[in-house]
């Protein structure tokens, strides 16, 4: 982290945030609980915690598709309303227009926002520059890998540039070659500029690899925030790398001794149905 990032007004904080649903039969299920998270402008904290647990809850409160029945949501120090315009989300699952080619798919972004059709595709030819797919800017998503599809799509939320990135296990389908070589090219491209970023995984070793902090969440229902680790390990970082050494080790095993509780409870909840849990 370059210092004074940390210092000043959170790029995302939530104040005791509460979630609540529904259910069929007019009972309320509380998703999460009482979470409290900051995130500084320029810093990149990971959250893991059991299946189901409200990971990406907390990233659609902070994208602004989620309203909490409790708490607040603030974003550079301003309570949330409505969609979060600073925010750009990348999703687990591919969200590319199968009839418009890599660079159609990245320009579109500032094509709607009002950017003349030369401009934003000028723009979005440098940014599949960036993101190593400037040969493939005639394919369509079909003819692309599923790491190439990725790419394409990160380079259609950075062309944005958001100040804020909210990310919810992009990397989660590609296989795990393919996930390592994704996560150095999100730290180099994060680099550049330092976002603010908010990243979902299941992943604990991917966590520390990437990120300044790790945040854990207890097993549902009501999930609460439980621990927030610093990862001390210097950057810039090759994830290839980083995971040989010691101090990696160190921290995951330290990680990893509360987290394991939450998900073997996790595991024993998946069979009982939210109906009939106390």
């Keep these: 982290m370059e210092a004074g990032r940390s210092a000043g007004t959170p790029a995302i904080e939530l104040e005791d945030a509460t979630v609540a649903f529904r259910l069929a039969d007019a009972r309320m299920f509380t998703a999460v609980a009482q979470a409290r998270l900051s995130v500084a402008d320029g810093e990149f904290v990971a959250i893991v915690g059991p299946t189901g647990c409200g990971k990406s809850t907390l990233l659609n409160i902070a994208a602004g598709l989620l309203r909490p029945v409790s708490g607040a949501a603030r974003i550079f120090g301003q309570p949330l309303a409505g969609l979060n315009r600073d925010a750009g989300y990348l999703f687990q699952a591919d969200s590319l227009f199968p009839w418009k080619t890599a660079l159609e798919n990245v320009a579109i972004g500032l094509e709607v926002g009002g950017r003349?059709?030369?401009?934003?595709?000028?723009?979005?030819?440098?940014?599949?520059?960036?993101?190593?797919?400037?040969?493939?800017?005639?394919?369509?998503?079909?003819?692309?890998?599923?790491?190439?599809?990725?790419?394409?799509?990160?380079?259609?939320?950075?062309?944005?540039?958001?100040?804020?990135?909210?990310?919810?296990?992009?990397?989660?389908?590609?296989?795990?070659?393919?996930?390592?070589?994704?996560?150095?090219?999100?730290?180099?491209?994060?680099?550049?500029?330092?976002?603010?970023?908010?990243?979902?995984?299941?992943?604990?070793?991917?966590?520390?690899?990437?990120?300044?902090?790790?945040?854990?969440?207890?097993?549902?229902?009501?999930?609460?925030?439980?621990?927030?680790?610093?990862?001390?390990?210097?950057?810039?970082?090759?994830?290839?790398?980083?995971?040989?050494?010691k101090d990696f080790h160190d921290l995951h095993r330290e990680i990893w001794g509360v987290l394991k509780d939450e998900v073997m409870k996790g595991y024993a909840q998946s069979a009982t149905p939210v109906e009939t849990r106390a």
């Design 116 to 245: 003349a059709r030369g401009e934003a595709r000028a723009r979005a030819e440098r940014w599949l520059a960036s993101v190593g797919l400037a040969a493939f800017a005639g394919r369509y998503p079909h003819m692309l890998s599923g790491g190439q599809r990725k790419r394409v799509g990160l380079a259609q939320v950075l062309i944005r540039d958001p100040r804020i990135l909210l990310m919810d296990e992009p990397f989660g389908p590609l296989d795990a070659q393919t996930r390592q070589i994704m996560g150095n090219l999100l730290l180099d491209l994060w680099s550049r500029d330092r976002k603010a970023v908010l990243f979902v995984t299941h992943d604990l070793e991917e966590a520390i690899a990437l990120a300044d902090r790790v945040v854990i969440m207890s097993a549902g229902p009501g999930s609460r925030i439980i621990g927030d680790w610093r990862v001390a390990l210097a950057r810039p970082r090759d994830i290839f790398e980083i995971r040989l050494e």
